[in-house]
T-cell receptor, first 111, second 111 residues
Framework: QKEVEQNSGPLSVPEGAIASLNCTYS??????FFWYRQYSGKSPELIMS????GDKEDGRFTAQLNKASQYVSLLIRDSQPSDSATYLC???????????FGKGNQVVVIP | EPEVTQTPSHQVTQMGQEVILRCVPI?????FYWYRQILGQKVEFLVS????????KSEIFDDQFSVERPDGSNFTLKIRSTKLEDSAMYFC?????????FGSGTRLTVV
């Protein structure tokens, strides 16, 4: 079983709509969860971190964590063309600082 | 805003040659990492470094790889004898605890 899975294909959303991304992870000990944004040819940029079950909101971004289901999600409200990027889910593994990354979900916001 | 600096941004090397990738982490960060991303694939963990020693390494980080913190600011990744399959983006990252800041990366091309 992969450590972090992001199975959805490219996601196209109209400008102003909500983009919803999902991620599952395998390590029940994991305590820290992150969403990174990566533009083509660039490095990952941290946009959200979440450590407790429930929702965490930061501007137009909301992260949701359900440890019982080993599930993390990211909502992007009022999507803008500048949100077009690949979104990487990352989970700390084994209780230490190593992060395992999912393969990413490409989001395309259509003006 | 503090940033992680990586040099060079792009390096081309012949197969079998040694390369050194350089990083200057954020000054008050305690944990340092190297990750790589082969084109079109996910970000993969190579090694983590804390308190002047390797704290964890992946199976990718074999004997041809080494890391050093030669002074108080630099953190280097050395690949002793490069292979074609080492071609990738190499990202340095640093953190205080969780939630890394990534550098802009070095694109390594082995020919």
């Amino acid at each position: 079983q992969k450590e972090v899975e992001q199975n959805s294909g490219p996601l196209s959303v109209p400008e102003g709509a909500i983009a919803s991304l999902n991620c599952t992870y395998s390590d029940r000990v994991s305590q820290s969860f992150f969403w990174y944004r990566q533009y083509s040819g660039k490095s990952p940029e941290l946009i959200m971190s979440i450590y407790s079950n429930g929702d965490k909101e930061d501007g137009r971004f909301t992260a949701q964590l359900n440890k019982a289901s080993q599930y993390v999600s990211l909502l992007i409200r009022d999507s803008q063309p500048s949100d077009s990027a690949t979104y990487l889910c990352a989970v700390n593994i084994g209780g230490n600082n190593r992060l395992a990354f999912g393969k990413g979900n490409q989001v395309v916001v259509i003006p | 805003e503090p940033e992680v600096t990586q040099t060079p941004s792009h390096q081309v090397t012949q197969m079998g040659q040694e390369v050194i990738l350089r990083c200057v982490p954020i000054s008050n960060h305690l944990y340092f990492y190297w990750y790589r991303q082969i084109l079109g694939q996910k970000v993969e963990f190579l090694v983590s470094f804390y308190n002047n020693e390797i704290s964890e390494k992946s199976e990718i980080f074999d004997d041809q790889f080494s890391v050093e913190r030669p002074d108080g600011s630099n953190f280097t990744l050395k690949i002793r004898s490069t292979k074609l399959e080492d071609s990738a983006m190499y990202f340095c990252a640093s953190s205080e605890t969780y939630g890394y800041t990534f550098g802009s990366g070095t694109r390594l091309t082995v020919v």
